[in-house]
């Protein structure tokens, strides 16, 4: 009895320690800003300044605004998560298939902003939307469970920001992001290994960050936007069980890696036509390791800094209409250790959109992106398993959003 209950605990520990490695995931990037952005794959989004939803990419860019704006919006996630060519052996001697068709999901991501010009000088403006976030789910058919499971993190950021314009040409702007985020984690061995509770967590914390930018205006056609921001450490606090024993208000610490965007937008003369473009670093090294008040550190990873680039085209039609498109491509955190319920590639993303005005002062904007991942091959052993396999991560991204001045 005692070498099986021991047999057990490692079993718990190690599956525990890959668990880790989910959490840490869990704070991949969300562009769900606005439906303009999606439909532009977010090229040159920290300086346009179509509406209000500029100010969650660049505080300076309020400074573009002689009237009160208003944006509302809705994106919709939908992703497809796969395992195929997969096998899987136990220490118990079994050895099978361990495909899976779709461990994702659909998040909706809702956003409003708010920018107030208080004078020629100044602007303040307030948002609510969201930056990180994800979701995979393996449901019980996936034969290599510690591998799998539930992992499902959502965050909100509350931003107040201020913004100061200097000259014609230049404007300066900053503030506030409180992020309130959510996670739910739940992890157990197969059935091939008893099918033991490895973690059962519901954990919840906030951090305070903060962002600067500044613009410079060329002239009417072509301007410039520079943007960083600052993301905190999240304290979530929960009832975590973890090897059989429930921990009450444990804290899970969790890095949120920086960002640092410059973005372009240059109208062509005498057209109907603008090009723009967007350059963004996410340091995704923060993720060194991943640490409880109750157990220290439960697991060291190797994520690296990443960037993405983007470009697009929007074209004037009339009053009445503008179409946008735009492709990004969007460097992988993971390197070179990777696994099957975190699926993650560098990925491309083609997308459109339009916006519809109804007058001078009020519109709406469509977005749609088809993100498309590559095939990854994992392999992973825990010592008392193994599993490999090519797993694929692609994902469709529509959005709505109204927007009205004052």
């Known amino acids: 009895m005692t070498h099986k209950l021991k047999f057990q605990k490692t079993i718990l520990a190690a599956a525990l320690a890959f668990t880790a490695t989910q959490v840490s995931a869990a704070g991949f990037q969300l562009n769900a800003q606005s439906a303009t952005g999606l439909g532009r794959a977010f090229a040159g989004d920290a300086v346009i300044a179509d509406n209000a939803s500029v100010m969650a990419r660049n505080a300076a860019a309020m400074a573009l605004f002689d009237k009160t704006e208003l944006s509302l919006g809705l994106n919709v996630i939908a992703t497809d998560i796969t395992v195929s060519d997969s096998n899987y052996k136990s220490i118990t001697g079994f050895e099978g298939e361990s495909d899976h068709d779709s461990a994702g999901g659909t998040s909706l991501a809702p956003n409003i902003h708010v920018i107030v010009p208080l004078n020629e000088q100044f602007a303040v403006g307030v948002s609510l939307y969201t930056n990180f976030g994800t979701k995979t789910d393996f449901d019980d058919n996936f034969v290599g469970s510690e591998y799998g499971g539930l992992t499902d993190v959502k965050s909100i950021n509350l931003g107040l920001a201020a913004s100061y314009r200097i000259n014609q040409q230049w404007s300066i702007g900053g503030g506030l992001d409180i992020i309130y985020g959510t996670g739910e984690l739940q992890r157990s061995t197969s059935a091939y290994l008893g099918g033991m509770e490895v ?43 973890y090897l059989g024993t429930t921990t009450k208000d444990d804290t899970l610490y969790l890095n949120l890696p920086d960002m640092l965007e410059f973005s372009g937008y ?74 099957i319920s975190v699926p993650d590639s560098d990925r491309q ?58």
């Open 199 to 241: 973690l059962d967590a519901d954990a919840a914390g906030v951090g305070l960050g903060f962002n600067i930018g500044t613009v410079f205006e060329l002239d009417k056609n072509n301007r410039f936007g520079l943007s960083y921001h600052y993301s905190p450490e999240i304290e979530a606090k929960g009832d975590i069980t």
């Open 266 to 339: 240059n109208r062509i003369p005498d057209t109907k036509f603008a090009v723009h473009y967007s350059v963004q670093w996410i340091g995704w090294s923060a993720f060194d390791t991943l640490d409880t008040k109750a157990y220290g550190t439960i697991s060291e990873y190797q994520w690296k800094d990443a960037m993405h680039f983007s470009l697009g085209g929007t074209y004037y039609l009339n009053n009445s209409w503008t179409v946008r498109a735009g492709y990004m491509y969007d460097q992988s955190a993971q390197d070179e250790v990777t696994s």
């Open 349 to 406: 993303w083609f997308s459109g959109g339009f916006t519809y005005h109804f007058s001078d002062s009020s519109n709406l904007d469509v977005g749609l992106t088809y993100l498309v991942g590559q095939d990854v091959t994992v392999e992973e052993d825990k010592g008392f398993s193994s599993i490999t396999g090519t797993t694929r991560a692609d994902a469709i991204l529509a959005a709505i959003q109204y927007s009205r001045s004052f």
